[in-house]
């Protein structure tokens, strides 16, 4: 740790793993596997949906949006991941961690929102279903998408200029990419602004959209309990199911990671948490839309028939 003010540093350390060093060739293996599964299973369901006429509604283009996101959040810091399993300690540029955190907060903050919005297409779904084409129209979805990524610009640039803007009192960071909680570490003097900053934004990032999928859900299980049959109720149930399973995984990480004071951090907690919600959840996701959804199911056969005729 190099001691008094650096505001003016240029380059950073991402310490990484170096805590379980031996453990390195392992963890690249298993990374790098995982990355490239992530991409090909987001860059198939994307492929599957666009071409598949009959997935052409606002709950497949939304899922298209998910997997365009998750293969975008992912390719932000898995090649800083690697790069650190293979060198030990990475020399990064001031620029490009601060493009790391601006493009990491805009693409995971986005996925935050368009949640919510798939959220409310299945509330409309269930609870509207005579008017839910007129409500979830083309010009609304794109609306909401367009509304995703405004929100994720906004909290990418206050929390990057923030603390980019801060003196700095050292200039390693504990951590495989530019994470924002060991960045505080960084800042001299008082934190406990940016601590309230940080939560401040991460309320608004995380809590207000999940509210949101709370209330939608509350009335979809209300609308879904007053139904007459059994059947009906389990197909609304299953519409909703694959989408309340990828919320509580994304969800449950951040919330943990953002949501909590300075004092309860822990630098080998913490890089599992992100490891969780950054490289895991975007691999399960496409697995919980295909594996439990007849619609894409049926598609993807359909898509490896005609590639064996």
Same mark, same amino acid.
């Given at each position: 740790?190099?001691?008094?003010?650096?505001?003016?540093?240029?380059?950073?350390?991402?310490?990484?793993?170096?805590?379980?060093?031996?453990?390195?060739?392992?963890?690249?293996?298993?990374?790098?596997?995982?990355y490239v599964l992530t991409l090909m299973a987001n860059t198939v369901i994307a492929f599957i949906i666009n071409s598949d006429h009959?997935?052409?509604?606002?709950?497949?283009?939304?899922?298209?949006?998910?997997?365009?996101?998750?293969?975008?959040?992912?390719?932000?810091?898995?090649?800083?991941?690697l790069e650190n399993l293979v060198v030990g300690t990475v020399s990064i540029s001031k620029t490009r961690c601060a493009m790391q955190?601006?493009?990491?907060?805009?693409?995971?903050?986005?996925?935050?929102?368009?949640?919510?919005?798939?959220?409310?297409?299945?509330?409309?779904?269930?609870?509207?279903?005579?008017?839910?084409?007129?409500?979830?129209?083309?010009?609304?979805?794109?609306?909401?998408?367009?509304?995703?990524?405004?929100?994720?610009?906004?909290?990418?640039?206050?929390?990057?200029?923030?603390?980019?803007?801060?003196?700095?009192?050292?200039?390693a960071i504990n951590h495989f990419f530019c994470e924002i909680q060991p960045l505080l570490d960084l800042l001299c003097g008082n934190?406990?602004?940016?601590?309230?900053?940080?939560?401040?934004?991460?309320?608004?990032?995380?809590?207000?959209?999940?509210?949101?999928?709370?209330?939608?859900?509350?009335?979809?299980?209300?609308?879904?309990?007053?139904? *007459? %049959?059994?059947?009906?109720?389990?197909?609304? +149930? $299953?519409? =909703?199911? !694959?989408?309340?399973?990828?919320?509580? #995984?994304? @969800?449950?990480? *951040? %919330?943990?990671?953002?949501?909590?004071?300075? +004092? $309860?951090? =822990?630098? !080998?907690?913490?890089?599992?948490?992100? #490891?969780? @919600?950054?490289?895991?959840?975007?691999?399960?996701?496409?697995?919980?839309? $295909?594996?439990?959804?007849?619609?894409?199911?049926?598609?993807?056969?359909?898509?490896?028939?005609?590639?064996?005729?």
């Amino acid at each position: 740790m190099i001691l008094g003010n650096l505001s003016g540093v240029s380059e950073f350390r991402l310490l990484g793993f170096s805590e379980i060093s031996h453990l390195r060739p392992l963890l690249f293996v298993v990374l790098l596997s995982l990355y490239v599964l992530t991409l090909m299973a987001n860059t198939v369901i994307a492929f599957i949906i666009n071409s598949d006429h009959t997935l052409r509604t606002p709950m497949y283009f939304f899922l298209t949006q998910l997997s365009c996101l998750d293969i975008c959040y992912l390719s932000v810091i898995i090649p800083t991941i690697l790069e650190n399993l293979v060198v030990g300690t990475v020399s990064i540029s001031k620029t490009r961690c601060a493009m790391q955190m601006f493009s990491f907060l805009f693409f995971g903050v986005a996925e935050c929102f368009l949640l919510a919005a798939m959220s409310l297409d299945r509330y409309f779904a269930v609870c509207y279903p005579l008017h839910y084409t007129t409500i979830m129209s083309s010009r609304v979805c794109r609306s909401l998408v367009a509304g995703t990524y405004i929100c994720g610009t906004a909290v990418g640039l206050v929390h990057t200029l923030i603390t980019f803007s801060s003196p700095l009192c050292g200039s390693a960071i504990n951590h495989f990419f530019c994470e924002i909680q060991p960045l505080l570490d960084l800042l001299c003097g008082n934190t406990f602004p940016s601590e309230i900053q940080v939560i401040v934004v991460a309320v608004f990032a995380i809590l207000s959209p999940f509210l949101l999928i709370i209330y939608s859900y509350i009335r979809i299980i209300s609308t879904i309990l007053r139904m *007459a %049959s059994a059947e009906s109720q389990q197909k609304a +149930f $299953s519409t =909703c199911s !694959s989408h309340l399973l990828a919320v509580t #995984l994304f @969800y449950g990480t *951040a %919330s943990s990671m953002y949501l909590r004071p300075k +004092f $309860s951090y =822990c630098a !080998s907690v913490d890089k599992f948490l992100s #490891l969780s @919600y950054s490289v895991v959840t975007p691999l399960l996701n496409p697995i919980i839309y $295909s594996l439990r959804n007849k619609e894409v199911k049926g598609a993807l056969r359909k898509k490896w028939r005609k590639v064996n005729l």
